[in-house]
């Protein structure tokens, strides 16, 4: 795999019986957005989505993890490099959405309607392409404190 110009590091070298460890990043964001179904009447929006149906909107501050898990590197004793993992979450995910209406200021919502679970799908279909293949990621996303999903499960 040429992994030149890229932030995908290269393959790593697999051995028979390697452990598998989970690593954790945890970043934040604020964002604003609006659940909204272009389909639906207004009453039916209001109904289904209450305070988050709001026409001008509405913020959160989300608490975004991520996982990884793969083998220990036996050269570097890292399943990935955390600064690398943290410079890929901001470089892809935070400069992209932090302190952005989501609906309006990012391509990804401009026809999803940007829900947790499909803010979570996102950011693990742009953080899954820059990760090397053998390594799997999961992304939890908390949109309050009480309130999260995880993609995949």
């Known amino acids: 795999m040429d992994t030149s110009g890229t932030d995908v590091p290269p393959p790593i070298t697999l051995r028979a019986n390697s452990p598998r460890v989970a690593v954790f990043r945890k970043e934040h964001f604020n964002a604003a957005h609006r ?3 272009p389909n639906w009447s207004d009453e039916k929006n209001t109904r289904v989505y209450g305070k988050c149906n709001n026409p001008n909107y509405h913020g959160h501050n ?3 993890i991520v996982q990884v898990v793969g083998p220990i590197d ?3 004793g890292y399943v990935i490099d955390m600064k690398h ?3 890929l979450m901001q470089k892809h995910v935070i400069d992209r959405f932090d302190h952005k209406n989501l609906n309006l200021d990012t391509d990804e919502f401009a026809d999803l309607n940007p829900s947790a679970e499909n803010i979570a799908i996102v950011i693990y279909t742009i953080l899954r392409n820059q990760l090397s ?3 799997d990621l999961k ?3 908390y949109e ?3 309130n999260f999903v995880e993609y995949p499960v």
């Open 35 to 37: 659940l909204n179904n």
């Open 62 to 64: 989300y608490e975004l």
């Open 74 to 76: 036996p050269e570097t």
């Open 85 to 87: 993992l943290g410079d």
């Open 133 to 135: 293949e053998g390594l």
């Open 139 to 141: 992304i939890r996303l």
């Open 144 to 146: 309050t404190e009480r």
